[in-house]
């Protein structure tokens, strides 16, 4: 073989040899190509659930907040009623203790009348034998007297059967404020629980509306931490009880056991009737029979006493 031919076949296999490695390079940038696609394909997938995931969500908060602020407008239309009612009874028990005043008075002026005839009728008695004229005219003035003691006897006893009523009436208007003021005591405690619930929607909805921005511009989702709302778990059955004794740590003793239906991980939620306030959220830690022990759930409004009131909600 000649020289020329030598060389034209070593640039043949060195050809060859190029070719094959473009081929293999070729083929993988194809093959790494197609996994990026369908890594893309299936992170946009996903990225597309999300966004159908996040619309379904906005609309439900939708929902529960329209809801929300009807509750909390009906709750402030009964509260302006009670407070209407109150004042009205208020002006009653004045009107009721000015009558009260004025019927006592006329008992006294009645009552000493009373001892004024009583004295004349001694008097009378001590001078009847005198002489016949007095007699006469004693016995005249006597039955004058008798007369006039037994209408003033009637009048005081229709003056003390008008103060009976008029203290039956304080009575039946004081037992009607006294529920008055416990159904403005629960009003009041509702509509701080919605103002609440209110807050962790509004915070909610602004947290899904930022990721919503951030999907929209990079892609991708972070997931949030868990809100108010995934920290309750109520019982299922309506339960009431009180706290019976609360330490410095937030652990409270509740009077309502595992014979309420009462188990480990429920929540109940903590108020104050008296002055309205709202705590905050318990989650039952340790139940017996007949109590359980519950702690905080987050941050509570106020430091919890005994004698304060739990319950699985607030209606």
Do not use: C, W
């Not at 969500?57 to 407070?83: I, P, V, W, Y």
């Not at 009107?95 to 008992?107: A, C, F, G, Y």
């Not at 340790?286 to 607030?314: C, F, H, W, Y």
């Amino acid at each position: 073989m000649t020289t020329f031919g030598k060389i034209l076949a070593f640039l043949t296999l060195l050809m060859s040899g190029a070719l094959g490695f473009m081929a293999l390079s070729l083929h993988a940038l194809s093959t790494q190509r197609n996994e990026e696609l369908r890594v893309a394909r299936k992170t946009f997938e996903a990225n597309q659930a999300n966004v159908v995931a996040y619309l379904k969500e906005k609309e439900a908060f939708s929902q529960e907040r329209s809801t929300l602020e009807r509750d909390r407008t009906d709750l402030k239309t009964k509260m302006e009623k009670m407070d209407f009612i109150q004042r009205n009874a208020t002006d009653e028990v004045t009107k009721l203790q000015s009558l009260l005043r004025l019927t006592s008075d006329k008992v006294q002026t009645l009552t000493a009348e009373n001892m004024r005839l009583s004295k004349d009728n001694g008097d009378l008695k001590k001078t009847k034998d005198a002489t016949l004229m007095e007699k006469n005219s004693e016995t005249n003035s006597k039955t004058i007297a008798e007369k006039d003691s037994a209408t003033r006897s009637s009048e005081l006893e229709k003056v003390r059967a008008d103060l009976e009523d008029a203290i039956k009436s304080r009575q039946e208007m004081f037992n009607e404020r006294t529920k008055m003021f416990e159904e403005k005591t629960q009003a009041v405690i509702q509509l701080t629980a919605l103002k609440n619930r209110t807050g962790d929607m509004e915070r909610e909805l602004k947290r899904l509306t930022l990721e919503n921005k951030k999907l929209k511009e990079t892609g991708t989702i972070e997931k949030a931490p868990t809100g108010i709302a995934g920290k309750r778990n109520p019982p299922t059955a309506p339960l009431e009880g009180k706290v019976l004794r609360a330490d410095a740590s937030g652990l409270v003793q509740v009077s309502i056991g595992s014979d309420f239906g009462l188990e480990r991980g429920h929540t109940l939620e903590l108020f104050r009737l008296n002055p309205a306030k709202y705590i905050g959220i318990v989650k039952i830690i340790e139940v017996n029979a007949k109590d359980a022990v519950a702690q905080p759930v987050g941050t509570l409004n106020d430091r919890p006493m005994a004698g304060d009131s739990v319950a699985s909600q607030i209606k």
